[in-house]
């Protein structure tokens, strides 16, 4: 079941109504079976895979907890990552490790007969998994305490807003709210449907028109020329952004709706000022938890400036590969840690030049070329992530340098020259620009808090408005959200 289906439109205000009228005492029960009915609604037997990971860390945490001997705690997180990243390898990895090394063995002229698994990708798979390990890691570290109600853990391994797309909850955030009572109250409702409805606007206005360019174009990349192929990156920007922040604020939105509070996935990272604001801007909860369970782990900063990059890099790819098995993922990871590495060896370089061209007294034109820079860092990264294979990637990238002159975006005699006419594409522009508003906006203060505090004669027509543009504007095929092949 997709947030932007007819299906969830009937299924959460009855989930949400049901939740308020049940006694305290058996809202668990309900959110549960609601969870894994949500998930079923894909593939039911995938949800065999959410019990086995639920189980595994339910005991191992339990044991972990009990245990004064280090080895046997050892044991037991030891069984939990067995399980976790097994189920991962095999439903996600295993295809393309035996891929790699067939070719491998191939090119060394070496027999290798090992088959291919012929298996779906069960959604959101990486996304639980992650958020099941990081109980285990807490439990394990002493930064939390076992939970000993295996339904009440059960829940928040699968609740259902943040299930199959984040945030990846911690569970010292997440376990103790879904404990709690909570009452009806009308202004945080609010709130959440507020969050809601703009999350649906950026995913079906926004993010599936772009996509209508970026298809076309990242399917046939050959066919275009450089502007072309730059307009379809950008578009691609704001599209997963739009996509995967939208979702974020549907799940979130719906969380507060029943009285959980979930943490903030992005704040406006295309107005962040470097590649490092950027990963503390886009993903926060993947970022935070490579962080926490990743690079602190490795030594982080720890062990001299020698590590400390190859504890960056290390980092970064293994964040690239968790978003898919393939080798421009891989790549895509890479590029950003060696962004990472790069504004920290160039750091001094950087300052002596602002210095000499006196850019400090002009810190606005300074902010403004840090975010233009940042940007199209972030978009040349954006190709690899996109395409289709290595090889489309570096051809864009080669035509994109041999000029954006021809051929154009659109042809004002050939209209649909990408898939969309030229008042389509205006269009899709001007829907960018009023995100980007709306961003600064939010720098300057919180928006909803602004908007919450006039008339309702002005709220009102606002809502509707709002809802009538998803209605009318929006993509009326039900597109997936783009990380749930993730």
């Known amino acids: 079941m997709s947030f932007n289906s ?8 009855v989930v949400a109504a049901i939740y308020f009228i049940l006694p305290f005492r058996y809202r668990w029960i309900w959110l549960l079976g609601a969870s894994y009915y949500f998930y079923m609604s894909w593939r039911p037997e995938y949800a065999l895979l959410l019990i086995i990971s639920t189980l595994v860390d339910y005991v191992a945490g339990r044991a972990i907890f009990a245990s004064r001997n280090q080895a046997r705690r050892r044991v037991f997180l030891m069984m939990s990552l067995a399980a976790n990243f097994g189920l991962l390898f095999v439903f996600k990895y295993f295809n393309f490790f035996n891929g790699a090394l067939r070719d491998l063995c191939a090119w060394l002229h070496l027999p290798y ?37 295996l ?18 909850e911690r569970p010292q955030r997440l376990l103790p709210q879904l404990k709690q009572d909570r009452v009806f109250d009308y202004d945080r409702v609010t709130r959440g449907l507020r969050l809601m409805l703009w999350g649906m606007f950026k995913k079906v ?8 360019v970026v298809n076309q174009v990242y399917g046939q990349p050959a066919d275009y020329g450089g502007l072309a192929l730059v307009a379809g990156t950008v578009f691609f920007a704001f599209q997963i952004y739009c996509d995967f922040s939208g979702y974020s604020d549907i799940a979130i939105g719906a969380a507060r709706v029943m009285g959980v509070h ?3 996935n ?26 926490d369970y990743v690079y602190i782990p490795l030594g982080g900063n720890r062990r001299g400036f020698k590590q400390w990059q190859w504890n960056i890099l290390l980092t970064f790819v293994l964040s690239g590969l968790w978003h898919g098995a393939n080798w421009t993922f891989i790549v895509w990871g890479g590029l950003h840690g060696f962004y990472y590495l790069v504004s920290s060896w160039t750091a001094g370089f950087r300052a002596r030049v602002i210095r000499a061209c006196r850019l ?54 050939q209209p649909g020259y990408i898939g969309l006419p030229l008042t389509e594409f205006i269009f899709s522009l001007g829907l960018i620009l009023l995100l980007m508003a709306v961003q600064v906006l939010q720098g300057r203060g919180p928006v ?39």
Not at 116 to 138: H, K, W
Not at 151 to 168: D, E, K, N, R, S
Not at 452 to 472: D, G, H, S, T
Request: hydrophobic share 50%.
């Open 360 to 413: 400090e007294r002009f810190p606005g034109l300074l902010r403004g070329l840090s975010v233009v820079t940042t940007f199209t860092l972030v978009c040349l990264s954006w190709i690899f992530f996109r395409a289709d294979t290595l090889g489309d990637a570096f051809f864009i990238i080669f035509r994109i340098g041999q000029g954006i002159t021809s051929p154009l975006v659109f042809d004002l005699k």
């Open 205 to 212: 206005v926004i993010a599936d028109r772009l996509a209508i």
């Open 262 to 264: 979930l943490m903030k």
């Open 113 to 149: 007969a090992v088959p291919g698994v012929d298996v779906l990708l069960p959604v959101g798979i990486s996304f639980y998994t992650f958020q099941t390990l990081s109980y285990t890691f807490e439990v394990y570290l002493g930064r939390k305490e076992a939970e000993t109600h």
């Open 266 to 291: 992005f704040d406006r990272p295309y107005l962040a000022q470097s590649i490092r604001e950027f990963w503390g801007r886009w993903h926060i909860s993947l970022s935070t938890w490579f962080r």
């Open 151 to 168: 339904g009440i853990f059960a829940l928040y391994v699968v609740y259902f807003p943040q299930l199959v797309a984040g945030p990846i």
């Open 448 to 486: 909803q808090d602004l908007f919450c505090r006039q008339p309702a004669w002005v709220r009102w027509p606002v809502y509707m408005a709002l809802a009538l543009i998803i209605m009318n504007l929006g993509i009326s095929e039900e597109i997936p959200f783009i990380y749930f092949q993730f």
């Open 6 to 13: 007819i299906h969830f439109l009937i299924f959460f205000p």
